[in-house]
């Protein structure tokens, strides 16, 4: 099978779905991978990186034209809806769900499309997601460690331990992989850590690994208590668009002491935090009643290089099953694949997107027993 990488065009976005290691994998197993030039530049890797491992570098164009699966990392926008076809598999964040315009032409184009987002394990979690919940939680607490400085109009605080210093509070709202990510970081800088969520077994199999957090019971008492007392609270609590309720109201806001921030990873606008709104990497901060809001939607993207490798280690076994079987024996054989199809000749099989923008909706199950 051809398998395409492309440049992402998103701007600030600099992570690329395949790094030169995963090129020489994808090529040991008898498989043409095109690369676009300079597809790497943005992640540490130059096209003689790529030569290197056995990838063919083109512009991209051919690289659309040649690909008969394109590898990226970010979804579709308009000026690459035209490469779609029935010929072509997808395989990257689609996050359907948000952009109505993509799922048109993924059914009107009949491509085949598997969502990184919505691939599951045995266990029920996402393995395509985690890396990059990993890097987002890690990069929010990086964040706040870089707003808190005065230098950066902050207050003037170091998130660490010095002697002679009362710790800084830093509480993490979902025990998630985000919420996780932020504790390992901040424990490790020697802060006092909280994490609230409402799920006790998570908690108390998070607290093996993480023996110095304190694990709380998310209710009104314990949030109002972490308002209060906190200098960094960091959301990791993907939020529901039709929920209209919050976790943390503008209102809670008259709590927090001054000089505190609020990094929102999940980055919902308007969801588990009511002020969230969504930022980038060139304008990443507001205020809001007096409180410091980092809510950038794409935090990996500045570690580019580790996120690459990271994301490429998980995506890339997935990606051989599908150019080594053919796309239809991949999904029949492998149930996870299955459940992270987007849509197929047409017909839409992501529930959540058919719900979210009342479409028409297939069933993968029943599907594959007559495709």
């Excluded at 985000?178 to 901040?186: K, S, T």
């Excluded at 668009?241 to 943390?248: E, L």
């Excluded at 980038?280 to 993207?301: A, F």
């Amino acid at each position: 099978m051809i398998i395409g990488v492309l440049k992402e065009i998103k701007p600030n976005e600099y992570r690329v779905a395949a790094v030169p290691a995963t090129v020489t994998e994808i090529v040991r197993h008898g498989h043409t991978v095109y690369v676009e030039t300079g597809a790497g530049i943005g992640s540490g890797y130059s096209d003689g990186d790529y030569q290197a491992a056995g990838a063919i570098i083109a512009e991209k164009d051919t690289v659309w034209e040649k690909a008969q699966l394109i590898y990226k990392v970010k979804e579709l926008f308009p000026e690459e809806f035209k490469w779609m076809n029935k010929d072509k598999i997808l395989f990257t964040y689609i996050h359907s769900n948000a952009h109505p315009a993509e799922t048109d032409c993924l059914l009107d184009s009949h491509v085949s499309a598997v969502a990184y987002e919505d691939v599951p394990d045995k266990d029920g979690h996402f393995p395509l997601l985690r890396p990059m919940s990993e890097l987002a939680g890690k990069g929010g607490f990086l964040a706040a460690l870089h707003y808190m400085q005065s230098v950066n109009g902050g207050p003037g605080k170091l998130l660490a331990n010095v002697a002679g210093v009362e710790r800084s509070v830093i509480t993490c709202l979902g025990c998630g992989n985000i919420g996780l990510a932020v504790a390992e970081l901040a424990c490790g800088f020697g802060n006092e850590v909280r994490i609230l969520d409402v799920n006790m077994n998570v908690m108390l199999d998070a607290k093996k690994h993480l023996p110095d957090v304190s694990f709380m019971i998310s209710n009104r008492a314990n949030l109002e208590k972490c308002l209060r007392e906190s200098d960094v609270i960091i959301n990791g609590i993907q939020w529901a668009k039709d929920r209209k309720d919050h976790i943390i109201y503008r209102e809670d806001l008259k709590l927090m002491k001054a000089g505190a921030m609020i990094v929102d990873v999940a980055c919902d606008d308007e969801g588990a935090v009511e002020t969230c709104r969504s930022t980038t990497h060139d304008d990443p901060v507001y205020r809001e009643e007096g409180i410091l809001h980092y809510c950038v939607d794409n935090i990996p993207s500045a570690f580019a290089q580790t996120a690459s490798i990271t994301l490429a280690n998980a995506t890339c076994p997935m990606l051989l099953q599908m150019a080594d079987k053919g796309f239809k024996k991949a999904i029949e054989e492998n149930p996870y694949l299955r459940a992270g199809m987007t849509c197929y000749d047409g017909k839409l099989t992501l529930k959540e997107t058919a719900l979210k923008q009342n479409r028409p909706w297939t069933d993968a199950e029943k599907l594959i027993k007559v495709w």
